[in-house]
């Protein structure tokens, strides 16, 4: 049973392209994030969502568009890739939206852009 | 502010032990370590709260000194399963509601 998934696990693809990338939390956490960690394993948050409601936007480009259909289910879109998006992008989810409460990381999600 | 991370690298043989610390400039309310093995997600080990608290976790152990704004993370008795890099995360008081991670300790553990 997997607690956080995400798809696809590889997405290769080329510059100017837009991806879609999906996460699913089967925990019945409240909260969800994205983080990215990049080559030299910097993990940085960009989003997070209690509840369907954004609560934390990171200084990220305004090309990246998570949506929240439901609280189990983050999506990250991102449009008009550059190569400095080559990176994993983590999904997580905990129980609430404070930082006191564990949180649980899906297997990532390794965005090559050639 | 992201925390800062001490030593960058260690290297064990099996049944040694091991300290990193985690030190912010930022009163902190909260601090978390987690271990990512090569190639997979991090793993949550522990979270410390604002109280000079001390937890463990089998044979890794964890203090918080708030006072001085530092979390270490100790490893008794390395496996080799100890391997990976640890991240601290740390949550500033003021109610951010976000984890600021520190650069990682890549921790190797040796036959």
């Known amino acids: 049973d997997t607690a956080v998934s995400q798809t696809p696990k590889y997405l290769v693809t080329q510059m100017g392209n837009d991806k879609s990338i999906k996460c699913e939390q089967n925990?019945?956490?409240?909260?969800m994030y994205w983080y990215k960690q990049d080559s030299k394993k910097f993990l940085k948050i960009m989003f997070s969502?209690?509840?369907?409601?954004?609560?934390i936007n990171e200084t990220v480009p305004n090309r990246f568009s998570p949506k929240s259909p439901d609280k189990a289910h983050l999506n990250l879109h991102i449009n008009s890739l550059e190569l400095g998006d080559s990176a994993v992008y983590f999904c997580a989810s905990s129980q609430e939206s404070q930082a006191r409460q564990p949180q649980h990381f899906g297997d990532g999600t390794r965005l090559s852009i050639l | 502010q992201q925390p800062v991370q001490s030593p960058q690298a260690v290297i064990l043989r099996e049944g040694e032990d091991a300290v990193i610390n985690c030190s912010s400039s930022k009163a902190l309310y909260s601090v978390h370590w987690y271990r990512q093995k090569h190639g997979e997600a991090p793993v949550f080990l522990m979270i410390l709260l604002k109280g000079g608290e001390q937890k463990g976790h089998d044979k890794i152990s964890a203090s918080f000194n708030e006072k001085k704004q530092q979390s270490s993370l100790y490893l008794t008795a390395s496996q080799l399963s100890y391997s990976g890099t640890y991240f601290c995360g740390t949550e500033t008081q003021g109610g951010s509601e976000k984890l600021v991670f520190g650069k990682g300790t890549k921790l190797t553990v040796n036959p």
């Open positions: 925990l019945g956490h409240d909260t």
């Open positions: 969502y209690n509840n369907k409601e954004l609560i």
